[in-house]
């Protein structure tokens, strides 16, 4: 249970959050449901705590993704947040084609407002506020995440940028949230829009919009997350890493080099080519100074590092070593 604990603490704090600000709309959104009779509202309800249930499991494998590896599993648990990305994709994939549906049947057979328009739009309302804080927290760890220190709105446009680098947990709970306040703001100016135009076959297009967004969403998450499961090279951290190793003189060449994502953190695999006639003591005093050099890396928990002679044949490409 301690265990357990201690995990949770280590949680994707942005999914947590995200959560209990679903759950929260949610629970007010179902509370205006009941007054005004609004279907739209009881839409939004289903499809807030659907996200909360959504962010809370994410929330459970990025903390559960942090397990140490175990005699069963040497490798650890970090692509259990992959698999866990991938379960959630399929509960947005479920709200994107309801939400869809519901918005093509009432574009075909729109409705006249049902009372209460300005309780549904304080709602909305709420909702836009309460999910640009969690998108704003997203982008500030999403930047954190990559070693960039923010602060106010302008964290959310050069949190874009760097997407495609925050851990998987975070970057659906940017996607998911960046699509839950355009579509709460959506839906707002499509209410008004249709109440002083009596075009209310608006709310229909909106909420197809909406939902055409959400499976843009679904698409990227899995595709992402799918790369991950299978284990995916990072390219970025890969020429990085050869060329501190290399930077070291008794290098003289890498073999092979491998650096996997394992969830949120890199497992790294080299062979080094050097002097053949350096004894073993010596080389292992190398192979300590360059194993701590790799573990110091951001992201990094695994290194296995093995020597073998150098064949005078130069491998590696992405760096030329200069030996004096």
């Not at 947590?16 to 739209?40: E, P, R, W």
């Not at 994939?93 to 869809?100: F, H, P, Q």
């Not at 680098?165 to 579509?183: C, I, Q, S, Y």
């Amino acid at each position: 249970m301690l265990e357990i604990i201690k995990l949770l603490k280590d949680g994707n704090k942005p999914s947590l959050s995200a959560a209990i600000v679903n759950l929260t709309l949610g629970i007010i959104k179902g509370a205006a449901y009941f007054f005004t009779g609004n279907v739209a509202m009881f839409a939004e309800m289903m499809h807030s705590l659907g996200d909360a249930a959504n962010q809370f499991f994410v929330y459970i494998g990025s903390a559960l993704s942090k397990k140490a590896p175990t005699k069963r599993f040497p490798n650890g648990f970090g692509r259990v947040v992959n698999l866990v990305c991938l379960g959630a994709v399929i509960i947005v994939a479920i709200l994107s084609y309801e939400t869809v549906k519901e918005g093509l049947h009432h574009f075909l057979h729109p409705k006249e407002q049902s009372d209460g328009i300005l309780f549904a739009l304080g709602v909305l309302l709420l909702g836009t506020i309460l999910e640009a804080i969690v998108l704003q927290k997203a982008a500030k760890e999403t930047l954190h995440e990559v070693g960039i220190e923010t602060s106010g709105i302008g964290a959310i446009p050069k949190s874009i940028i760097y997407l495609n680098r925050a851990k998987p947990a975070t970057k659906l709970v940017w996607m998911e949230d960046a699509v839950a306040t355009a579509g709460n703001v959506l839906a707002f100016l499509a209410i008004i829009i249709a109440y002083f135009t009596n075009f209310y076959a608006l709310e229909g297009l909106v909420s197809m919009i909406i939902g055409v967004m959400m499976f843009y969403v679904v698409g990227r998450v899995f595709l992402d997350n799918a790369r991950g499961a299978i284990g995916e090279t990072d390219e970025e951290m890969l020429i990085h890493i050869g060329n501190l190793v290399m930077e070291d003189p008794h290098v003289k060449d890498i073999e092979r080099l491998e650096v996997v994502k394992e969830g949120e953190f890199l497992h790294v695999e080299i062979v080094v080519e050097t002097n053949p006639h350096q004894s073993l003591d010596y080389l292992d005093s190398v192979r300590d100074h360059l194993v701590e050099l790799i573990l110091a890396q951001k992201g990094v928990t695994k290194v296995t590092l093995a020597f073998d002679k150098d064949d005078g044949i130069t491998e590696w490409k992405y760096h030329k070593k200069n030996n004096g």
